[in-house]
């Protein structure tokens, strides 16, 4: 007999609880702790926001959020006390910051005075103002799984929004109404798509239609808000939910536009594949191959094909190519991130993923010289275990022998690359002559010469793999006799 949905979640509720025992217990002294140094000033202070909810999933944090009566300058006096340090970076927001050491953790705790948020129609800061009451600055909270509190130190649970419910019901629901939240932080909209990430919510309808109905709204956030809303959606578990998301309200277009765009029609015949869903499988795939969560491949998994919208062309015969789409997409791929203020490293490894995601292309279908291998290993770089994987990922054909075909030529790739890494210090390719060697040889100094010298030189060990010393400079004296300086002499 199936259970009652009611009986299901109580349940639920029931397992969130003892969770949430089991995850608070090694910070409870100094919750505790903490809570009667606020009421002994006469001041309220509860736990809040993101640590209350983990708790009920079970997960413990050294990261602490609180919430407080206490203006900040109260705050930071009482902070500065308690703590092993404290900051005041945030108090411009309400927040003081501190550190204490409990036992073997390093706590982290970040106290804000009661406050309301909200955005003027053209600006991208939020003005700041201080409440006085707990329960209505829970209202003012993002979503009801992030709107429940623990009063300090009496440990009563506040929830007037009914968060654990929706919690246990894994449910995204807004305090009021998702029109009024998201004008008040048009930011929230992408943290509904990252929560749809992380924590596996489904997002209530009205929340949907809201984020749908405001996505131009998102326009007024600075560019590095978004971005790290974006990076926390793609470092989830599971990014491809938020990412749905962040496409189908329209938000993407704002913020990722290049997403939306690889929805290309498909033919009738099916003579090509969706390109958006098969980069989103590329990303998942890829997911699957990490040690540990990656950014910068899962950007590159995710962005490969950017190029293809504007390389499609339509070939005699009814064929669909994308000449060169690997070349354009690197340059839109560094475009977009430098418009998200991606650090210069991150938009560099990821445009560079993204040109040489077809580099493996056609190995299966000829042998490739040593050469060959050489130059993929020293065109990758660092990158060339991400490229492995964001290689083997773009393989999303349902054909089973053609997939284990180009498996099988990867791992054949592979075992040469360590086969050539071991008998000739692959990751680190350098002509057998270095500079100062070929300013002595030619009897030149510094500048073009060298250059070019050191170039051809590292050609031929591309080429030919070691040349030995002997062999080198004599290649080099070849060399020299046929340039432009030595025939002019």
């Known amino acids: 007999m199936p259970l009652d949905p009611r009986d299901a979640l109580q349940a639920a509720l029931e397992d969130a609880r003892r969770r949430a025992v089991d995850a608070l217990t090694p910070v409870m002294p100094l919750l505790t702790d903490l809570g009667r140094v606020f009421e002994d000033a006469g001041h309220e202070l509860a736990l809040v926001g993101g640590p209350v909810r983990d708790a009920f999933l079970g997960r413990s944090s050294a990261d602490l959020d609180f919430t407080t009566d206490a203006h900040p300058d109260a705050t930071a006096a009482l902070l500065k006390r308690w703590g092993d340090a404290h900051w005041e970076i945030g108090r411009d927001f309400g927040t003081i910051g501190a550190r204490k050491r409990l036992g073997d953790l390093d706590v982290v705790v970040e106290v804000t005075t009661y406050r309301a948020e909200s955005y003027d129609a053209s600006s991208r800061k939020p003005e700041v103002s201080y409440g006085s009451d707990l329960v209505a600055d829970l209202s003012r909270r993002d979503f009801t799984v992030n709107a429940m509190a623990l009063r300090l130190p009496s440990l009563d649970f506040a929830d007037p929004h009914d968060g654990l419910r929706d919690l246990a019901a894994g449910l995204l629901r ?14 929230r909209m992408m943290r509904a798509a990252r929560f749809a990430a992380q924590l596996g919510l489904h997002v209530a309808p009205p929340v949907v239609a809201a984020m749908t109905g405001m996505a131009g709204r998102i326009a007024i956030v600075s560019a590095e808000r978004v971005r790290t809303e974006l990076e926390k959606l793609l470092l989830a578990p599971d990014p491809v939910p938020g990412l749905r998301l962040l496409v189908d309200t329209g938000l993407a277009d704002h913020v990722l536009p290049e997403l939306p765009a690889l929805r290309l029609e498909i033919d009738e015949h099916h003579r090509h594949k969706d390109v958006y869903e098969h980069s989103l499988t590329v990303l998942r795939q890829a997911v699957a191959l990490e040690e540990q969560p990656d950014l910068v491949l899962r950007l590159a998994a995710l962005l490969h094909d950017i190029g293809k919208p504007a390389t499609r062309r339509f070939e005699a015969g009814g064929g669909v190519s994308f000449h060169h789409h690997e070349l354009v997409g690197a340059k839109l791929v560094a475009k977009r991130l430098r418009a998200l203020r991606f650090d210069k490293d991150t938009v560099k490894a990821v445009a560079r993923l993204t040109e040489l995601h077809l580099r493996f292309h056609g190995y299966g279908d000829g042998d490739w010289t040593d050469s060959a291998v050489r130059r993929y290993v ?12 964001l ?25 040469r690359i360590e086969r050539l890494k071991r008998e000739e210090e692959l990751d680190a390719i350098r002509p057998d002559l270095d500079g100062t060697q070929i300013m002595g040889l030619l009897g030149v100094g510094p500048g073009p010469v060298v250059g070019r010298a050191y170039k051809h030189l590292l050609a031929l060990r591309m080429e030919r793999g070691p040349l030995g010393e002997e062999a080198a400079v004599a290649e080099l004296r070849s060399w020299w006799a046929q340039q432009p300086e030595q025939r002019a002499g």
């Open 174 to 187: 807004t305090p009021g109404s998702p029109e009024s939240s998201f004008s008040d932080d048009p930011l």
């Open 378 to 389: 020293t065109d990758a770089g660092p990158l060339l275990q991400r490229l492995h994987k």
């Open 391 to 415: 290689t083997r990922s773009d393989c999303t054909t349902r054909n089973q022998r053609k997939a284990q075909r180009l498996s099988a030529a990867y791992d054949d790739l592979e075992r």
